[in-house]
Nanobody
Framework: QVHLVESGGGLVQAGGSLRLSCAAS????????MGWFRQAPGKEYEFVAG????????IYADSVKGRFTISRDNAKNTVYLQMNALKPEDTAVYYC???????????????????WGQGTQVTVSS
């Protein structure tokens, strides 16, 4: 079992930056791929970024590629999402998720993740 807690959300102007953190407690964090998803009001969950357990493989949604960076520190049981050049359309609740499948692959769909945090609100004003 893994418990995930996101932090770092807030209100920022367009063009600004935020760094989200996701702290994990429980066993074997360093064996899990991690992902960030987001959900805007009235919309479906959207995959944002993912990173494999080793940290050497990452995937990004086209909408954030070149602006967001996912990273992890297994010694701190934490995964990060650095968000730069934020746009109003990035406004959403951001969730981190853990995939306990022990593989170097990074999954991009919600059902493939086993554990979820409670989310943190990101609001980008124009």
């Amino acid at each position: 079992q893994v418990h995930l807690v996101e932090s770092g959300g807030g209100l920022v102007q367009a063009g600004g930056s935020l760094r989200l953190s996701c702290a994990a407690s429980g066993r074997a964090f360093d064996m899990y791929a991690m992902g960030w998803f987001r959900q805007a009001p009235g919309k479906e969950y959207e995959f944002v970024a993912g990173i494999n357990w080793r940290g050497g493989g990452t995937i990004y949604a086209d909408s954030v590629k070149g602006r967001f960076t996912i990273s992890r520190d297994n010694a701190k049981n934490t995964v990060y999402l650095q968000m730069n050049a934020l746009k109003p359309e990035d406004t959403a609740v951001y969730y981190c998720a853990a995939d306990r499948t022990y593989t170097l692959a990074v999954h991009t769909t919600q059902p493939e993740y086993d554990y979820w945090g409670q989310g943190t609100q990101v609001t980008v004003s124009s």
